[in-house]
């Protein structure tokens, strides 16, 4: 394979060949691996809500494409999947109708198109015919021409002359600049704009550094367990000590599952900011008995794998509680052999518990909200995600923070986390219910967290707000609350 991806934009005016550059009588084997791939990805993640984060591994694995391959079939995809509203936006002004009635085979293949023409180094000669050959292939000579007519509309420009031409005013209309510029729906700049305390008429400075940093790749996090394995396993097999939480090291490059200690489950992929709301509530004195822990919401279970293992080193256990039966089948996994055997599973309703109230020292709730603190490694969740979708998870979250509190006992501690940093379901959820109840004391989450700088949110810097282009985790929010004693 020729072609390397680089973000350059492509040369400005180079005409593209017209048609594609292979006859499509080709071996029976895709002779472009990596763009077939990507565009199956694609279309997956279109049709039927598929995961990229999920498909792409497995199909590259099923296909057997690797090295550079792999590389480009997955600088594609994610590429694609990232700047995807810009290139709608461009595309628009491409086809001779609205671009919702292209239908969904071939829409997949003027997004991937637009990507190679417009953010890559792929010559546009090549980007062109390689993508109508795939089309060819995929959706037949009648609509590859459309592909064709298409495309080479698109490389008249590059990047920033179509932005010129299809991003709205900077000074009027900031949230719709960034909106088409940063390929996120409006609604989630604005959200993000209000989360981070920033206003149009400034121009919206950090918020754009935030959506910058959703559409930069996202290193690969480990977290050594405690009492299992440690940083420096991980540093002798090539990753890097960690930011911030003392579990961590990242991946430079590679799979994580080629590290032993990963396959051997003595170490896991996770955020630091999820290891660090862990360890936050792990560090808050319990004021007396700290026997029995709690992660209420619990699947997958990358924070009941890391709590397990904390809570064994103290001679503590944890019951890590999980709604969907299979998905606290992969918790037992995460905890499985954690010191002491520290962790229990149970598939169980938090809002409706199986245990006695006031039973917990420490209570973990990592509520189900919009994830929209996750956006750099599920690209497409924003295109998914809705205005409304936060509305719908406020009574869950609510009911969830409130069971928890309820499970912990006086003078014990309630971590509530959200990998979201929407006000709806963070501040809100949290003032709910401490406003209903007159047992609980908020307490400074930023001071359990002294090794990160500028953690501080929310009214009185009382909550702890991780940004990715502040700490370069995930915008993972965190609460701590203690109920009152007598
Ligand atoms: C944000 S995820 C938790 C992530 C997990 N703590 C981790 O670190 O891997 C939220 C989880 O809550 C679960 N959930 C949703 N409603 C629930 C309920 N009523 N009771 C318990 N768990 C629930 C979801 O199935 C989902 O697995």
């Known amino acids: 394979m020729s072609e390397q991806p680089r973000n350059r934009r492509p040369r400005k005016g180079k005409k593209p060949a017209q048609g594609g550059a292979q006859n499509g009588s080709g071996p029976p084997q895709p002779r472009d691996p ?33 090295g550079r391959d792999a590389a480009l079939a997955t600088e594609l995809t994610y590429g694609t999947l990232r700047l995807q509203g810009t290139y709608d936006a461009v595309l628009e002004n491409c086809v001779d109708r609205s671009l919702s009635s292209v239908d969904a085979e071939a829409l997949p293949l003027l997004r991937l198109g637009a990507h190679q023409l417009l953010s890559t180094k792929i010559p546009p000669h090549a980007a062109v015919s390689a993508t109508v050959n795939l089309a060819r292939k995929v959706v037949g000579q009648h609509r590859a021409r459309f592909v064709n007519a298409v495309l080479r509309r698109v490389s008249a420009r590059d990047l920033q002359g179509w932005i010129e031409v299809i991003a709205p005013d900077r000074e009027r209309d900031p949230s719709g600049y960034l909106s088409v510029v940063h390929s996120h729906p409006r609604w989630i700049v604005k959200e993000l704009a209000r989360a981070l305390g920033e206003r149009a008429p400034s121009g919206l400075p950090q918020t754009e550094r935030l959506l910058r940093a959703h559409n930069e790749r996202p290193r690969v996090t480990l977290v050594a367990k405690p009492g299992r394995s440690t940083v420096s396993d991980l540093v002798a097999q090539g990753a890097e000590e960690g930011t911030y939480s003392p579990f961590a090291a990242h991946l430079k490059e590679g799979d994580p599952a080629l590290i032993r200690e990963v396959r051997q489950n003595r170490a896991a992929v996770q955020d630091e900011a999820s290891q ?13 008995r700290d026997a029995t822990w709690l992660d209420m919401c619990a699947g997958p279970g990358g924070k009941a794998g890391l709590l397990a293992s904390i809570a064994g080193r103290r001679e503590a256990r944890l019951l890590a509680s999980e709604v969907q039966p299979a998905r606290a089948g992969l918790v037992a996994t995460a905890v499985h052999r954690a010191p002491r055997d520290a962790g229990r599973v ?31 490694r599920r690209p497409e969740s924003r295109w998914r995600r809705t205005p409304e979708t936060a509305k719908e998870l406020a009574p869950l979250q609510h ?36 406003d209903e109840r007159g047992d609980l004391t908020l ?35 965190l609460a701590l609350l203690r109920r009152d004693e007598a």
């Open 346 to 376: 149970v598939a169980a309703d938090g809002t409706a518990p199986a245990w006695r109230p006031g039973a917990f020292d420490r209570v973990l709730v990592d509520a189900p909200c919009t994830g929209l603190g996750a956006l750099r």
């Open 34 to 66: 990596a763009r077939r791939v990507a565009y199956d990805v694609l279309r997956a993640v279109g049709q039927r809500d598929a995961y990229a984060n999920l498909l792409l591994p497995a199909l590259l694995n099923e296909r057997g494409i690797s």
């Open 399 to 434: 009911d969830l923070l409130t069971s928890a509190v309820e499970a912990v006992r006086p003078g014990g501690v309630v971590a509530y986390v959200t990998c979201s940093p929407h006000l709806d379901e963070t501040d809100a959820v949290v003032r709910g219910v401490l």
């Open 276 to 288: 660090l709301v862990a360890l936050a509530l792990s560090r808050v004195d319990a004021h007396g």
């Open 443 to 477: 307490l400074r989450a930023a001071d359990y967290l002294d090794e990160v700088p500028d953690l501080a949110a929310g009214p009185d810097g009382m909550y702890a707000q991780f940004w990715p282009h502040v700490h370069g985790t995930d915008a993972m929010f």
